[in-house]
């Protein structure tokens, strides 16, 4: 693929990445500029910003049907990037709407600024196509996460969760680094849709490559929260600020997919037999650790923790397929997961603004108290489990599929049991919704509008990519063709 | 058909069920009375659909087909035979039941029967599907709001256990199957899920063989077949009267007949080769569960237990591969339905007014509640297999079916049938005969009026099937002739 001279559609390409800098100043300068009652609006500013953002993106930032490399190669214009800027924003938007009503951080410049920057960071990680490019982009990307983490400053479960994922990340990530340098050391080459070709004129021993590839791994396993990499995320995802565990949840795993998925295809082809296999038994363990290890939680939280890491198996089988339908299924996963569990995160934040507990046991009662509310965590408990019409289930159909399609019954069948497992800890929590009493009932949980408008839109979303799901596999097989 | 009916039935509960959540829930009888108008019209709709079924074209019939996801050739193809229309009326029959028995809910009505009308569409969908994808998408909706009407309505001592066990048994066969059902779809190439398709796929012996037992027992599970079948009678007992009626009524016919249209009728020479386990496994169900049904001191479980015995029959007959055994499978599946439907309005009215089920507890309430006695001795005459009664006619044929299939299963099962007599008889004596222990004397108060019409529609249809088989067994037979094709005669 020639890399093209510099032409103005490529500053179309980068729209929302300029778009997310400009909202970034924006937001830093009204924070400075503005008074006590302005920050209040922070929230707004950021939530509309992004909204907008996407929707320049959707209208702007479409490919054309020839994928081409950009900037000397520095970034690729194509589907994926595309679809996950689109999936990356509107986690981001909808992350921005529930944190408006959390005291510590709705009304900080400087929490909804780095927000924004971590976007930015994510949406270049979409789209990298060069190794020197990824790095900047995942570290763009996680130091600002890292702040976020840690933000509130008095909570020493904030802090601890701050400090564990800096460090687990900074070490992933400079092991990885280290994956990038032998890379180039071998090849001489770090754009990664030449380093297929470089590395089968360098003729380097297998063994060798696949130590490289172990290593890279590491740091796109930290980021997807994959065993043996996901020891960080209970702790994380329970002392972050709610609002950033569901951006952890949601965006920053979806991030790390898109890489995962671009670089093992663009770049390791050649010995796609043995990471497939790797990333197979990665799949088996991450799904099946997950699951077991959620069945004892009593934190919503770090159930919610637990539950994403067991999302993330079931995303990897679709990866592990190695076909255009495995590719398109990940994609889809990953749409159906966002959007869900940014509505499961979105009633955990809602009950503990008015309740002040994560515990489960305390959400007892909640369906005489908040029927409605009862009702979304239903639908996003159930679409986690995989029931229809809810989005889960015909995702989970769709990476299901895609496994028995290449030969993977097996897959298939640990999925399938891992499956049941998580439907075990999900109806428990809905157990204690509907079934046990409280001395709350009377009080009501009130919900603002900003989270009302996020609750409707994921309720409305997860039960459209559920019954109506043509439209949207259509997006996500599309997007695959780019990785092929 | 210009009218979608069937579309129009599947989808009436669901919706109904989600206008009755914007009724303020403390407006108990107005959501009552929706709810029973809503079922009264799935009955009516269901009841026209059986009524203008031509029943001398045969076929599938009011079919409608729209493409849904293309990518896959997955659709939603709608249609109804032989073999699934008299399940379409059982559903609206049991629904329209289930919700006069349910009147004296009291805890949060409006959540009761919204959940209880997203499990109706989702057995209707199921009954009247022709797309292997859309099958599943309606199994899993009827399996799902049974966890919670059973966790939050149930018996307090072992709700919590039997819903958990029931969803988790029937999540892993119903995932269990449909791995069997993309091996289908990929294997066969058509690149379609469309039932009418692949019953055309022509799959490898060797393919069909292999992959028989996932689909059959991961569907059978919920049709309650031996070793599988422990989820139900705890399920059964834990569930309010309405959610019993529907989940042995309807429910347990859902995986029978998912069995039967995924499993016969696609792999037809996998069915051949495993008929002789079937034949095995469910005349276990057959004696085993009338054996159990037979020690059991609580009223519920006797039935729950029944339960497992009748539905082996249902089994048996799929097993027999033969017209008779078939029909005979068709019919028992409705007959079996409105029986235990009826048996358990009985239980519940009689727990209602008891506040026990233990039946050495129970007795003389003929006295106080002659109808309901009627009622139950009509259920119990049926489900021996009394001349005269739908279960006469459902089961003959079964065991025709069987003496021509294998005469020493025939035999054994025909045990079942004695010791049902006996189980049946001992529970009308007990419960019903007798004399009425001191301390209920006086308390028990009559049975409702929407008792009374519950329980006399139940128990007229089993008697009407029995007296006049021409409703219904040519219908069956010839939905039973169309499976027995796919079989490839015998």
Redesign the interface.
């Known amino acids: 693929m020639a890399i093209a001279a510099f032409q103005p559609f490529m500053l179309i390409a980068i729209l929302p990445e300029i778009l997310l800098l400009v909202l970034a100043t924006l937001i830093f300068a009204l924070d400075a500029l503005g008074g006590a009652g302005r920050r209040q609006s922070l929230g707004g500013v950021a939530s509309l910003g992004l909204a907008l953002i996407l929707l320049a993106t959707l209208g702007f930032g479409r490919p054309d049907a020839e994928q081409s490399l950009i900037f000397g190669g520095m970034l690729r214009h194509d589907w994926i990037a595309f679809t996950f800027k689109i999936l990356l924003l509107f986690s981001a938007a909808v992350t921005c709407m529930l944190s408006m009503g959390v005291r510590e951080v709705s009304a900080r410049g400087e929490y909804y600024g780095l927000l924004v920057i971590a976007t930015l960071g994510m949406t270049l990680m979409a789209s990298s196509a060069d190794l020197i490019m990824l790095y900047l982009a995942i570290e763009t990307t996680s130091i600002p996460l890292y702040v976020l983490a840690g933000f509130m400053k008095g909570d020493d479960k904030s802090t601890e969760s701050g400090m564990k994922y800096f460090l687990f990340g900074a070490l992933t990530s400079a092991v990885m680094l280290y994956g990038f340098s032998l890379l180039y050391g071998f090849t001489g080459e770090t754009n990664l849709y030449r380093l297929a070709d470089a590395l089968q004129a360098s003729e380097m021993s297998p063994w060798l490559l696949s130590g490289v590839l172990a290593l890279i791994l590491v740091g796109f396993s930290f980021k997807v929260a994959a065993v043996p990499f996901h020891f960080w995320t209970p702790d994380v995802y329970e002392g972050a600020p709610t609002p950033i565990t569901a951006f952890l949840s949601t965006a920053s795993k979806a991030a790390g997919f898109a890489v995962l998925a671009r670089v093992m295809l663009a770049v390791f082809p050649g010995i796609a037999g043995s990471w497939t296999a790797v990333l197979a038994g990665v799949s088996v363990a991450t799904m099946t650790v997950g699951n077991l290890l959620a069945l004892a939680q009593k934190n919503i939280k770090r159930l919610l923790a637990y539950s994403s890491i067991a999302h993330a198996g079931y995303v990897l089988i679709g990866l592990v397929a190695l076909s255009q339908f495995g590719a398109a299924s990940m994609v889809f996963y990953l749409l159906a997961y966002v959007v869900t569990n940014l509505l499961a995160f979105a009633v955990v934040i809602l009950f503990a603004r008015s309740a002040g507990s994560e515990e489960i046991a305390d959400y007892a009662g909640l369906?005489?108290r908040a029927?409605g509310l009862a009702?979304a965590l239903l639908v996003a408990m159930?679409s986690l489990a995989g029931?229809?019409?809810l989005a889960g289930?015909?995702a989970k159909?769709y990476v299901?599929?895609a496994a028995?399609?290449s030969g993977l019954?097996w897959l298939?069948?640990v999925g399938?049991?891992n499956?049941?497992v998580g439907?075990?800890y999900y109806?428990t929590v809905?157990?204690v919704v509907?079934?046990y009493r409280s001395e709350h009932e009377d009080k009501p949980v009130p919900v603002p509008r900003s989270y009302a408008i996020a609750l409707i839109t994921c309720v409305v979303a997860v039960l459209l990519i559920g019954t109506l799901?043509?439209p949207w596999?259509?997006w996500a097989?599309t997007t695959a063709t780019s990785l092929f | 058909m210009d009218f979608p009916l069937l579309t129009v039935i599947v989808f009436t509960p669901i919706v109904s069920g989600l206008l009755i959540l914007l009724i303020p829930g403390e407006r108990k009888t107005e959501i009552r009375i929706a709810a029973l108008a809503a079922a009264t019209f799935a009955l009516l709709l269901s009841l026209g659909a059986y009524i203008i079924y031509d029943r001398s074209l045969g076929g599938y019939q009011f079919v409608q087909i729209f493409t849904w996801i293309p990518q896959l050739g997955i659709s939603y193809h709608v249609g109804v035979d032989g073999m699934s229309l008299p399940l379409v009326l059982l559903t609206g029959i049991v629904i329209f039941t289930g919700v006069l028995i349910s009147w004296g809910i009291d805890d949060r009505p409006r959540e009761f029967f919204a959940f209880l009308f997203v499990l109706a569409s989702g057995v209707f969908g199921v009954f009247v599907s022709l797309d292997l994808f859309q099958l599943f998408f309606f199994y899993e909706i009827a399996v799902f709001p049974m966890y919670l009407l059973i966790a939050i309505w149930g018996w307090q001592v072992t709700r919590e256990y039997a819903a958990m066990k029931l969803t988790l048994y029937l999540f892993i066969g119903s995932l269990v199957a449909l791995v069997g059902g993309l091996a289908m779809y990929y294997t066969s190439g058509l690149g379609t899920f469309d039932l009418l398709a692949l019953q055309e796929a022509g799959f490898s012996t060797a393919f069909q063989r292999l992959w028989f037992p996932f689909v059959f027992f991961g569907f059978a599970v919920l049709g309650g077949i031996f070793p599988f079948h422990n989820w139900s009678p705890d399920g059964h007992v834990a569930a309010p009267t309405a959610v019993s009626m529907f989940h042995a009524g309807v429910l347990m016919k859902l995986g029978a007949f998912a069995a039967l249209r995924v499993g016969f009728m696609l792999l037809p020479e996998g069915a051949r080769f495993w008929s002789p386990l079937i034949l095995g496994l469910a005349t276990v169900n057959v004696v085993y569960g009338a054996f159990i049904a037979m020690v059991q001191t609580d009223f519920k479980y006797v039935i729950g237990f029944s339960s497992v015995s009748h539905m082996g029959l249902v089994m048996l007959g799929f097993a027999t591969l033969n017209r008779e055994g078939l029909t005979g499978a068709g019919l028992q599946m409705f007959s079996h339905g409105v029986m235990t439907a009826l048996f358990f309005a009985v239980v519940g009215v009689v727990y209602d007014r008891a506040h026990t089920r233990d039946i050495p507890k129970l007795g003389g309430f003929s006295k106080v509640m002659p109808l309901v006695a009627v009622a139950f001795i009509v259920g119990g005459l049926a489900s021996m297999g009394m001349p005269g009664f739908s279960g006469f006619i459902a089961e003959f044929p079964i065991f025709m079916g069987l003496w021509k299939a294998q005469p020493v299963v025939a035999l054994i099962a025909a045990l079942g049938i004695v010791i049902t007599a006996a189980y049946i008889m001992r529970v009308v004596g007990r419960v019903f005969f007798g004399k009425m222990p001191a301390e209920m004397e006086g308390h028990i108060s009559r049975e409702t009026a929407l008792d009374r019409i519950a329980l006399g529609v139940l128990a007229g249809i089993l008697i009407l099937v029995g007296v006049v088989p021409s409703v219904m067994a040519p219908l069956v037979a010839s939905g039973a002739d169309a499976v027995v094709r796919l079989l490839g005669g015998a």
Do not use: W
Request: aromatic share 14%; net charge positive; proline share 9%.
């Open positions: 369906s005489r029927p009702l159930l029931m229809p019409p289930f015909v159909v299901f599929a028995v399609q019954v298939a069948f399938v049991l499956a049941i439907l075990y109806l809905l157990k509907y079934l799901s043509g596999l259509q097989i």
